[in-house]
C-alpha cells in the first residue's frame, strides 16, 4: 500500500489540527496502521496506533489529546491532534504493517512497520 499524508500545518499551543493519510494500492483492512513522529535530533517515535478489530494504542505522551481513526470505505487513516504543545513539533508519518503478519509485539515501535509516508509538518509555536 502507497501512503500519502496531508494537514500539517503551523498553529499555536492549544491549538487543533486534523492529519490524514490517503493509501492506494491496497485495502488499509489489510493492515496494521500507526502515525509516528520524528523531532528534529530526535529519533522516530509512536503516537498511535489502530488494528483490524479498532483497538488504539496511544503514547502516553498523547493520551486524551490525540485521537487515531480510519474510514476504511475512503482508505484514509486521521489523527486528531487537540491542545497542541510545542513539544508536538514533528515531521509526523503514517505506516503500515501487513495484517497477514503477526501483531507487532510493541505497536507503537516504528521497526514492525514496513510502508511509509513521505511525511507532513506539523509546527507548535508558543
Known amino acids: 500500500v502507497q501512503l500519502v499524508e496531508s494537514g500539517g500545518g503551523s498553529v499555536q499551543s492549544g491549538g487543533s489540527l486534523r492529519l490524514s493519510c490517503a493509501g492506494s494500492g491496497d485495502n488499509y483492512s489489510r493492515y496494521y496502521m500507526g502515525w509516528f513522529r520524528q523531532a528534529a535530533g530526535k529519533e522516530r517515535e509512536g503516537v498511535a496506533t489502530i488494528d483490524r478489530a479498532g483497538t488504539t494504542t496511544y503514547a502516553d505522551s498523547v493520551k486524551g489529546r490525540f485521537t487515531i481513526s480510519q474510514d476504511n470505505a475512503k482508505n484514509t487513516l486521521y489523527l486528531q491532534m487537540n491542545s497542541l504543545v510545542p513539544e508536538d513539533t514533528a515531521m509526523y508519518y503514517c505506516?503500515?504493517?501487513?495484517?497477514?503478519?503477526?501483531?507487532?509485539?510493541?505497536?507503537?515501535?516504528?521497526?514492525?512497520?514496513?510502508?511509509w509516508g513521505q511525511g507532513t509538518q506539523v509546527t507548535v509555536s508558543s
Open positions: 505506516a503500515a504493517r501487513p495484517a497477514s503478519y503477526s501483531a507487532p509485539p510493541t505497536r507503537l515501535s516504528p521497526l514492525y512497520y514496513s510502508n
